[in-house]
């Protein structure tokens, strides 16, 4: 999967999880599967971990769920609820625990035990007791902050009120899943479509007594913020769970090995049908609590856990038709419009195809029959092609080497890194002269993340842009509001409001300004690191002047592709008039240093060598956990070269040539107050 490609394909994901989330949490109405919804969230973060430009604020990664409903009172959770990642096959465990080896600085013969749980398809939530008595029950919401449904967990049968054992930790927050029994959903089957809904529609009643009325069950498998737990592995807390009378899952075991999860993989995926309850997978967890504790979390997931999810759901359609979508980036994406049919419980009716060479290796045609999956991909793409069905009057699909648009020639570009061409063809047309990109561009500008416009959507922008009323970001700011007054469904109040949500925006930071231009291969993440370098828009609009561009990579986190393609930006002359433009019109503020007072802070660093007993991971989360920034060359923005064993020798001299101070790890450990 390319890159453009992969921008496409992450919006669209985003802007799904944002209405599974709104429906699910806000509405009370969820429409997919447990198992779909992990997929999809999972796949997010997959993406973002492997391609640093894609960033959203509204990602799995930065929130977790949705806003609490307004319905309850919120609280916040003492310690954030995080989510998963997932695992779909034996290479993902490998490279899970390789990475875990990795991060612990330990050789592949080191055995690690893992806490290997089932995973009940129903609604998290967190228990808090004090002094072994339950005073207060919350949903997930966003991970941060949940719904107060205290009266509702109340009546729950399967949580203990009152835990009279001296051994109960002072205070805990003791967090389970939520379900519905596949015998007891029989009865209520006419009002919910699956038992993960009839659970979430449940506990969420504004009246307990109707709560009270459902077989709601409780399994607990872990905690939050806890006072006196003595307890120092996952599977001897699950031990006393159970002890302080808490039902967790049967099938819970302890393993080590990846073989030896693959083989109960294999065992419980065949119980499944015999279990009275729904899961959707294994979640493996580091069972000493010692090595959770240092292996940390990434975003809003821990590195000591994974959920390995079972077989994706499959269904056969045919091909109506095969449509070409154009991206913000000139991506052409091949769209197959097939024969509506229901996935695990949703209706699909387009998969996508990924590019032209994937349709060429697997021989879609239009016409054809073929297999559709819905798997970690979530997106429903072609798995194969039934050729005993095919029509024999089947042509071959030809994929346009023209834009579809613009009649532009569409492209290969050549990736430096493969060595190879791009799979992604690409329209060739710069700045705004192709419509579709303009719009996508348009769209990009004024999304969440960006300008985060209220009232100016992606159907308004298409419309606006039919009428010739929007064809460059600058005409946002320069609207007709008498023109728009006098269209079909605007009236004065909606204009007004539409004008102020505009002049409210032009006040920006640097970095959502950065980002909101959509230059290719610069996210939020590399817009925030190009604003912090050029600190102003002054500074950073003289670009246009640059002949070279090589500086920008002394930026840490910006590469060669990224600085590729801000070139391509600035020697475009449409591109340079519409950063004028907005530039007379907006009030662009400076990047602003954070406020930081940890041991290390306004230090950089730079690692060179194998360290003892510790990562390299690690030292990077210890810098960044102390305010410390760290930096990928030495140069005169380097204060610490941290060297190991077998240093590479042209750092060390280039550091001493710069006078940078050289420090070896009981050093740099010293700095921390802690020893090696």
Known sequence: MKKKQVQIEYQKKINLINKLNKLYYDKSQPSVTDEDFDKLKNEILHLEAKYSFLKSESSPSKQIGYKPSKNFKKDFHRVPMLSLANAFTEEDLINFEKKILNFLSKDKNYKIFYSAEPKIDGISASLTYKNGEFVKGLSRGDGKEGEDITANLFTLSDIPKKIKLKDFPEEIDVRGEVFIQNSDFEKLKEKFANPRNAASGSLRQKNPEDTKKIPLKFIAYTFGFEKGLKTNSQFDYLIELNKWGFKTNPLNKLISGVSNLIENYNFVEKQRSNLDFDIDGIVYKVNDFTLQKRLGNVANAPRWAVAHKFSSNKATSQIIDIEIQIGRTGALTPVAKIKPVNIGGVLVSNATLHNEDEIIRKDIRIGD????ERAGDVIPHILSVDLKK?????????FPKNCPS???????EFNKVTKKKDAVRRCSSEGYKCQKISIEKLKHFVSKEAFNIDGLGKKIVEGFWKLKLIQFPQDIFKLDYNKIEKLEGWGKLSVENLKYSINQKKNISL??????????????ENAKLLSKYFKSFSNFQSLSMKKNYDDLLNIDGIGETQVSSIKNFFTNETNIEVLNELGKILVIKNATAKKNSGLLNNKSFLVTGKLNGISRAEVKSLIEENSGTTVSSVSNKLNYLIIGEKPTKRKVESAKELKIRIINQDEFLKMLNMTS
């Open 369 to 372: 029959t073929v297999v559709v």
């Open 390 to 398: 095919r029509l024999k009057k089947s042509l071959k699909f030809i």
């Open 406 to 412: 613009c009649g532009s020639k569409t492209i290969k």
């Open 511 to 524: 970095e959502r300004f950065i980002f909101a231009l959509g230059i290719r291969h610069i996210g939020l």
